[in-house]
Structures are given as structure tokens and as C-alpha cells.
T-cell receptor, first 113, second 117 residues
Framework: ETGVTQTPRHLVMGMTNKKSLKCEQH?????MYWYKQSAKKPLELMFV???????ENNSVPSRFSPECPNSSHLFLHLHTLQPEDSALYLC????????????FGSGTQLSVL | AQKVTQAQTEISVVEKEDVTLDCVYE???????LFWYKQPPSGELVFLIR??????QNEISGRYSWNFQKSTSSFNFTITASQVVDSAVYFC??????????????FGGGTRLMVKP
């Protein structure tokens, strides 16, 4: 069993759909992250949560809405996305917020039609 | 602002060859951390190493070695006697230690390594 689990692995949605990505970590970590990996850009940090509170939001469009109900779960709610939002969305966790190794999930490959 | 450059977008080698992946970084901080991650085809990034800016000793872990040169702002990664299982995308990343939100990694664009049998 991997430490960080993401579902679904693949998602295809239309621009008017609403969907959610789920991330669960089994490592007892206090911090969780959403990263976006698209074909033409380096990995981009989207959101950071520490102890269920958002500590960073890197100017992400409001069509992406994160939710962290507890320290083990992180969601990314999607609505009215654009084709350029197609990317691999990676969740990660770490024990705390100091610069230390991140544990990543396998990602959700999102295609927006 | 911090920046990480991996000039090699793709490298192809034959098994058992040695290969070096380059990483050059920019930061105004005197205290920072450098990382390497491996992304196999399965998608998840796997941590390989973390090095802080005050420790310039080179490190070796099995077939992997890292050369940190502060004078040239480089943190290069060498795989000795490469194997097919080393085929992956490798990312270099930088984190400024003073950032209070923590773990604000800036990633390079990645280098895709293909090791052919």
C-alpha cells in the first residue's frame, strides 16, 4: 500500500462538468499539497495545507477549489474547467512545513474536452 | 526569485553507461535546500536526496552520486553503470529555508532519461 493514494487515476470531463479529485495519506503527516504538472511547464505548486488550514494559494483560478476536512484527506473540486487545465495533478504530503522530503501520490491525469 | 534550470530535456544512453544530469539554480538566500526527485512511468515523484546549502560534501548512494558546487550554483546528479530501471524523468528542486509556508519547492523542467538495453 502506498503512503499517498489518489483517485481517480484518470478523469475526462467536459468544460461544464463538476468533478472532484481525492487524495488520502496514511503517513500521519500534517501538511498536504496539490501540484499541477502540465506538458509545457515545470511542476507548479497550487495549494498547501497545514493541519487542515490553507497556508498558501499560488494565484490559482477560482475554478479550482481545495478542501482539507482532516489531516489525512485532501480534495480538489473542479468546475467549469478549460482545455488548458488538462494536466497531471499530483498530491503530496510531508510531516511538517520545514523543507523536507515530500511523499507524492501517483497523480490524476485530467483531460478537459 | 528562485529558479532551477535543467538544460537537458532528454538524454538517451545504453545500459552500463555513466550519465550525469545537470542542475543549475538561482537564489538570493544564503540558506536553502536542494532536492532531486525521480518520476517513473507510474507517475509518483520519488525523493532521492536533500542537501542544505551549508553542506558541500559530495554524496554517494550506491550507483547514485551528487556533486554540489556552490561556486557555480550547480547540483549535478550522476548515475554510474546505468540500468533500464533508471529510465524516468528526474527533477531538481530548490526550497528557500526561510519561507514560512515551508516546502515551497521550485522545480526544474525535468530531464527524461532513457536507458536502452
Amino acid at each position: 500500500e502506498t503512503g499517498v493514494t489518489q483517485t481517480p487515476r484518470h478523469l475526462v470531463m467536459g468544460m461544464t462538468n463538476k468533478k472532484s479529485l481525492k487524495c488520502e495519506q496514511h503517513l500521519g503527516h500534517n501538511a498536504m499539497y496539490w501540484y499541477k504538472q502540465s506538458a509545457k511547464k515545470p511542476l507548479e505548486l497550487m495549494f498547501v495545507y497545514s493541519l487542515e488550514e490553507r497556508v498558501e494559494n499560488n494565484s490559482v483560478p477560482s475554478r479550482f477549489s481545495p478542501e482539507c476536512p482532516n489531516s489525512s484527506h485532501l480534495f480538489l473540486h473542479l468546475h467549469t474547467l478549460q482545455p488548458e487545465d488538462s494536466a497531471l495533478y499530483l498530491c503530496a504530503s510531508s510531516p511538517g512545513l520545514t523543507p523536507e522530503k515530500l511523499f507524492f501520490g501517483s497523480g490524476t491525469q485530467l483531460s478537459v474536452l | 526569485a528562485q529558479k532551477v534550470t535543467q538544460a537537458q530535456t532528454e538524454i538517451s544512453v545504453v545500459e552500463k553507461e555513466d550519465v550525469t544530469l545537470d542542475c543549475v539554480y538561482e537564489t538570493r538566500d544564503t540558506t536553502y535546500y536542494l532536492f532531486w526527485y525521480k518520476q517513473p512511468p507510474s507517475g509518483e515523484l520519488v525523493f532521492l536526496i536533500r542537501r542544505n546549502s551549508f553542506d558541500e560534501q559530495n554524496e554517494i548512494s550506491g550507483r547514485y552520486s551528487w556533486n554540489f558546487q556552490k561556486s557555480t550554483s550547480s547540483f549535478n546528479f550522476t548515475i554510474t553503470a546505468s540500468q533500464v530501471v533508471d529510465s524516468a524523468v528526474y527533477f531538481c528542486a530548490l526550497s528557500e529555508a526561510e519561507y514560512n509556508a515551508g516546502n515551497m519547492l521550485t522545480f526544474g523542467g525535468g530531464t527524461r532519461l532513457m536507458v536502452k538495453p
